[in-house]
């Protein structure tokens, strides 16, 4: 496979894997140049994964995602099924709506699964939605219906990191 088909296959990988779930996205996004930044492409379009390598940085419209290695994987049908971010500090930012506060989320791997909705936060897990602030070993965030479930320990983390969490008041009317 020429260099240029390989550029052009993985483009179009990854334009289809991030434009597919436009409902986690502002309504713009999904319409939004996606720009890719990395060292190193390997894409396998028979297995249906693209992976980059090398301070990888993702970005459509409002959707952010970085890490040291992102892996990109789509089912038969040529859909987006999962992102794989990792690193020391995999981080992914989206602005799910206009009415929404900015979600920012931190972890040694960040998975966001498409059909779910789901982003899970593993190892050093932190997530940040308007004030609200949820630290953790892993953290599990359902875009749909905002809800958090943090736990201290799970599969593939050395030691127990205790769950913490802030939550801002909301601001009152007046007197």
């Not at 434009?19 to 996004?29: C, I, K, N, R, V």
């Not at 980059?52 to 987006?80: C, F, H, K, P, W």
């Not at 960040?110 to 997530?127: C, G, M, S, T």
Request: proline fraction near 4%.
């Amino acid at each position: 496979m020429t260099r240029s088909l390989a550029s052009l296959l993985s483009a179009a990988l990854l334009a289809s894997a991030l434009a597919a779930p436009a409902a986690l996205a502002l309504e713009g996004d999904a319409s939004a140049p996606i720009q890719v930044e990395a060292d190193r492409l390997d894409l396998d379009d028979r297995a249906g994964t693209a992976v980059y390598q090398g301070d990888v940085q993702i970005q459509q419209g409002s959707m952010q995602l970085t890490g040291d290695r992102v892996e990109i994987q789509r089912n038969e049908a040529g859909q987006l099924t999962t992102a794989t971010a990792t690193g020391q500090r995999a981080y992914l930012e989206q602005k799910p709506a206009p009415d929404q506060p900015l979600v920012r989320a931190w972890g040694r791997t960040v998975v966001y699964h498409v059909a779910e909705r789901r982003i899970e936060l593993v190892d050093q897990a932190e997530l940040h939605q308007g004030g609200d602030t949820f630290d953790g070993g892993y953290l599990e965030y359902f875009l749909d219906r905002r809800v958090v479930q943090a736990r201290s320990d799970a599969e593939g983390i050395g030691e127990r990191q205790r769950v913490r969490m802030t939550l801002e008041p909301e601001q009152q009317d007046g007197p």
